[in-house]
């Protein structure tokens, strides 16, 4: 089945400065890749994401590039703001045409602002 | 529009008891999903139901059994309550057309069991 793995588990920045989260999948078939912010005691929130016929989407400061040959996708934010502080889980998903289709998630990034 | 709803938000319960979790969305989507989330850990499934009338296991089953009443509403349920299964559990659903599943998450029920 599907594996998923993020880096790092723990990011700490200056506010202003980029932060970057890694991840990497396993299944070759999988063709969505979502992230979600977490705020503390919230539930978790769809901020971009990413379908597999694309290797990069913008929004606003928030990117996400995907590679399919390495099956390693990655979230950048740019311009870092207090407000960004928050846990930060990366997904991937097979075609739901498959009735077995569902969403892995990655074990979460905590990314600290510092001012 | 509610989107997805979970009831209780807070519940402890005694090692052995039971209870059912409920959730419920409005968004006429036809999978939903059960998650539990332990501290300092991602989101793991529990199970899930691809559309009516079908449910499967997920990662982590083990303790658990579910309910697809209807196309609205998914229910959990802990026959007897462990204090392994002490987590934050999360329902979400899914448009889930023909190739992306965006989903969508409810507020979550934290569950301590003593």
């Known amino acids: 089945g599907e594996n998923v793995e993020q880096h790092p588990s723990t990011l700490s920045v200056q506010e202003g400065d980029s932060a970057v989260i890694k991840c990497t999948y396993s299944?070759?078939?999988?063709?969505?890749f979502p992230w979600y912010k977490q705020e503390l005691g919230k539930r978790p929130q769809l901020i971009i994401d990413?379908?597999?016929?694309?290797g990069e989407k913008k929004d606003q400061r928030i990117a996400v590039t995907l590679n399919k040959t390495a099956k390693h996708f990655s979230l950048h934010i740019t311009e870092t703001q207090p407000e960004d502080s928050a846990v930060y889980f990366c997904?991937?998903?097979?075609?739901?045409?498959?009735?077995?289709?569902?969403?892995?998630f990655g074990s979460g990034t905590r990314l600290s602002i510092r001012p | 529009n509610a989107g997805v709803t979970q009831t209780p938000k807070f519940q402890v319960l005694k090692t052995g008891q039971s209870m059912t979790l409920q959730c419920a969305q409005d968004?006429?989507?036809?999978?939903m999903y059960w998650y539990r989330q332990d501290p300092g850990m991602g989101l793991r499934l529990i199970y899930y139901?691809?559309?009516?009338?079908?449910?499967d296991k997920g990662e982590v089953p083990n303790g658990y059994n579910v309910s697809r009443l209807n196309k609205r509403e998914f229910s959990l349920r802990l026959e007897s309550a462990a204090p392994s299964q002490t987590s934050v559990y999360f329902c979400?659903?899914?448009?889930?057309?023909?190739?992306?599943?965006?989903?969508?998450f409810g507020p979550g029920t934290r569950l301590t069991v003593l």
């Open positions: 997904a991937a998903s097979t075609p739901v045409y498959s009735s077995a289709s569902k969403i892995i």
């Open positions: 979400a659903s899914s448009e889930r057309d023909y190739y992306y599943n965006e989903q969508f």
């Open positions: 299944d070759s078939a999988s063709n969505y």
């Open positions: 968004m006429n989507h036809n999978s």
């Open positions: 990413i379908r597999s016929n694309v």
């Open positions: 139901s691809a559309s009516e009338g079908t449910t």
